[in-house]
């Protein structure tokens, strides 16, 4: 059984920092791409990053490039979303995703992932 297990959110100001980790256990986390989505309230569930199985490709939304950086630790079975020059907008739940197939590249849609972590939060203070 897959599981995902997301920490690492808070409470931070504007400007501030903050990385997040998801540990995946059930399967070779190795072979599968990951992704980080986040939902506010209110709104839609929503992409924010993925990163390939092999860990050389990545793909970020608009609204976190040059600010949000995903990485993975296979040896540690996590994947990391760095997150710098937070701003109140960048308030939500995030979650860590992953497909059912393996050896992917990952997508932008939430409907194309099988496994879901049950989130962490992160409130960013004007």
């Known amino acids: 059984q897959v599981q995902l297990v997301e920490s690492g959110g808070g409470l931070v100001q504007t400007g501030g920092s903050l990385r997040l980790s998801c540990i995946a256990s059930?399967?070779?986390?190795?072979?599968?791409?990951m992704a980080w989505f986040r939902q506010a309230p209110g709104k839609e569930r929503q992409f924010v990053a993925r990163?390939?199985?092999?860990?050389?490709?990545?793909d970020y939304t608009d609204f976190v490039r040059g600010r949000f950086t995903i990485s993975r630790d296979n040896a540690k079975n996590t994947v990391y979303l760095q997150m710098n020059s937070l701003n109140p907008e960048d308030t939500a739940v995030y979650y860590c995703a992953t497909q059912q197939g393996a050896y992917g590249s990952g997508s932008t849609r939430p409907s194309m992932y099988t496994y879901w972590g049950h989130g962490t939060q992160v409130t960013v203070s004007p």
């Open positions: 990163i390939s199985w092999t860990g050389d490709s990545t």
């Open positions: 059930g399967r070779a986390f190795s072979r599968y791409a």
